[in-house]
């Protein structure tokens, strides 16, 4: 059976997590959550902490094995983000 939850957004585009939802997916205060978009639709999801760097790094590698990014690809945005001319 589904269920549905209703929030209203901030004028600084926060959203308060309904009381009822942060109850049965144990979300507390300082937790994180995941907004993953799938098409028109948006999934959230409680982010558990990992055990290891390496657990945590493995979807990002394999993203970026999939799109072909570099670590000088990275480095580059890296530099960019930061307002650094030089590369």
């Keep these: 059976m589904d269920e549905y939850f209703i929030a209203k957004i901030t004028a600084k585009g926060q959203v308060t997590v309904p009381l009822e939802l942060?109850?049965?997916?144990?979300?507390?205060?300082?937790?994180?959550?995941?907004?993953?978009?799938?098409?028109?639709k948006v999934e959230i999801k409680k982010m558990i902490p990992p055990n290891d760097f390496e657990e945590f790094a493995k979807p990002i590698?394999?993203?970026?094995?999939?799109?072909v990014i570099t670590p000088d690809d990275v480095e580059a945005a890296i530099a960019w983000a930061r307002g650094d001319n030089k590369k």
């Design 22 to 40: 942060r109850k049965v997916m144990k979300i507390k205060e300082g937790d994180y959550i995941l907004f993953e978009r799938k098409g028109t």
């Design 61 to 67: 590698r394999e993203r970026f094995q999939k799109e």
